[in-house]
C-alpha cells in the first residue's frame, strides 16, 4: 500500500475554498454532499497545473487547477484538457474519466476541473526504498514505456471527434517558433546557448512523416504504474498540452527528460526519474525500440531530442519568470535559471557531437 501515489498538505499559497469547492460538486457529482465537509490534500509532484485529492467519506477524484498566478492560458486550459479526456476514455482506458468541469472562476479564482483517481505506483527520480528493481525489470518497464506511447499515437482521432484539437500541418515549424517565441516573453537572464540552440533548431527542421495524437509530456512520472507489477501501465496523467502533430515530437520530449548514466553531473541533478540505473535503456534505445515498434523512420531523431530539451528550458524559464515576478513563493522555483543554462548546454553539447 506504501507504494501508491500520496498526497500530503496543501502547499502555502495554493489552497482551495472549500466551502464553494463542496457547493460546486454537490450540484454536479451524486456521490457528493453539500452538507458534508471535504477534505482536500495536494500531490506534490509537477512544476505546472496543480493536483489536488478531493475526498469526502469513500468517495474521492482529483482536481487540476492552473497554476497560482500564470498568465499563460493556453499551456493551462482547463475545458481543453477536460474536452480531450471525454472524447479519449471510451477509446483509451489508460486516460482518466473526468468528472465534472467548472468555467466559473468565482469558485476557485480559476477554471478547473476533476476527473476519477487512477490508483497505483508513480515513479519519480528514485526507487522506493521497498523497491529492489531488477536489470530485467527495468528494461520491460522501458519497453511498456515506449509501447504506452505508441498506443496513444495508434489512437484514431478522427473517430473519437478529436480532428479539431490540432493543426498538424507544419507542426514541427509552428513549434519551434512558438517556444522560441515564449522563451524571449518569459526571458529573465541572457544566455547565450539559448540562442544558438533555437538557432539550430530554426534551421534543421525536417518533414513530418504522419499526423497522430501526441501527448506531450510524456514521461514515467506521468504514467501510473501497478505496483506489484510495474511493467504494467494503469494511466497516463497530464494531457494539458495534447494535440495533433509529430509523434517524433512526442518522442524527442521523452527523451529530453531521459538522463542516461554516461550524462554529465549537472544532468544528474535535473532528473526526474531513475533512468541512469543500470537495465535501463539509453536514449538511443528509447528510439531503436520505438522504431522497432512503430515503423517510424528515426534519422532526424537528434532534432526532436534536441528540441525536447528546448522545450524544457522554456517551460522552466517560464515557471523561474512568475517566480521573478512573486506570482508563485514556491521555493523550489528560484533555482531554475541554473536549469535553463544546464539544459541548453546538452542541447547544444548534442548538437556538436551530433548523436543523443
Known amino acids: ?43 506534490p509532484g509537477g512544476h505546472s497545473n496543480l493536483t489536488y485529492l478531493v475526498s469526502q467519506g469513500a468517495w474521492q477524484a482529483v482536481l487540476r487547477r492552473p497554476p497560482v498566478g500564470s498568465k499563460v492560458k493556453a499551456a493551462h486550459d482547463m475545458g481543453r484538457e477536460y474536452r480531450v479526456l471525454s472524447r479519449l476514455g471510451p477509446a483509451f482506458a489508460k486516460a482518466p474519466t473526468p468528472l465534472a468541469y467548472c468555467e466559473d472562476e468565482s469558485v476557485l479564482g480559476c477554471t478547473f476541473y476533476v476527473m476519477e483517481r ?24 522501458c519497453r511498456s514505456l515506449v509501447n504506452t506511447l505508441a498506443e496513444v499515437h495508434d489512437v484514431d482521432y478522427q473517430a473519437i471527434g478529436l480532428g ?27 544566455i547565450e546557448t539559448v540562442n544558438a540552440v533555437a538557432k539550430w533548431l530554426a534551421e534543421n527542421i525536417p518533414t513530418s512523416a504522419r499526423a497522430a495524437l501526441i501527448h506531450n509530456d510524456y514521461k514515467f512520472d506521468n504514467l501510473v504504474l501497478n505496483p506489484d507489477n510495474p511493467r504494467e501501465v494503469r494511466g497516463i496523467l497530464d494531457w494539458e498540452m495534447t494535440t495533433l502533430g509529430d509523434p517524433l515530437m512526442d518522442l524527442g520530449g521523452a527523451l529530453g ?72 513563493t514556491d521555493p523550489r522555483f528560484g533555482q531554475f535559471i541554473h536549469a535553463v543554462g544546464i539544459l541548453s548546454a546538452q542541447a547544444q553539447r548534442s548538437i556538436d557531437q551530433g548523436h543523443l
Open 164 to 190: 479539431e484539437l490540432g493543426r498538424p500541418d507544419d507542426y514541427v515549424e509552428r513549434q519551434v517558433r512558438g517556444w522560441t517565441r515564449r522563451y524571449q516573453d518569459a526571458k529573465t537572464d541572457d
Open 1 to 43: 500500500m506504501s507504494l501508491l501515489d500520496q498526497p500530503k498538505s496543501v502547499r502555502a499559497g495554493e489552497e482551495l475554498d472549500a466551502k464553494k469547492l463542496c457547493a460546486f460538486l454537490a450540484s454536479e457529482i451524486e456521490a457528493v454532499t453539500a452538507s458534508d465537509p471535504l477534505v482536500i490534500e495536494q500531490f
Open 257 to 328: 527528460y531521459w538522463v542516461q548514466a554516461d550524462d554529465l553531473a549537472v544532468l544528474h541533478n535535473l532528473r526526474f526519474c531513475p533512468t541512469h540505473l543500470p537495465g535501463m535503456f539509453s536514449r538511443q534505445q528509447i528510439a531503436d525500440y520505438y522504431a522497432e515498434r512503430t515503423g517510424a523512420e528515426i534519422a532526424n531523431i537528434l532534432f526532436y531530442y534536441v528540441f525536447g530539451l528546448f522545450k524544457s528550458l522554456v517551460i522552466v524559464q517560464q515557471i523561474y519568470f512568475r517566480f521573478q515576478k512573486g506570482l508563485t
Open 118 to 141: 487512477v490508483e497505483g505506483f508513480i515513479l519519480r527520480k528514485e526507487f522506493p526504498q521497498e523497491m529492489t528493481p531488477s536489470p530485467e525489470l527495468l528494461a520491460d518497464m
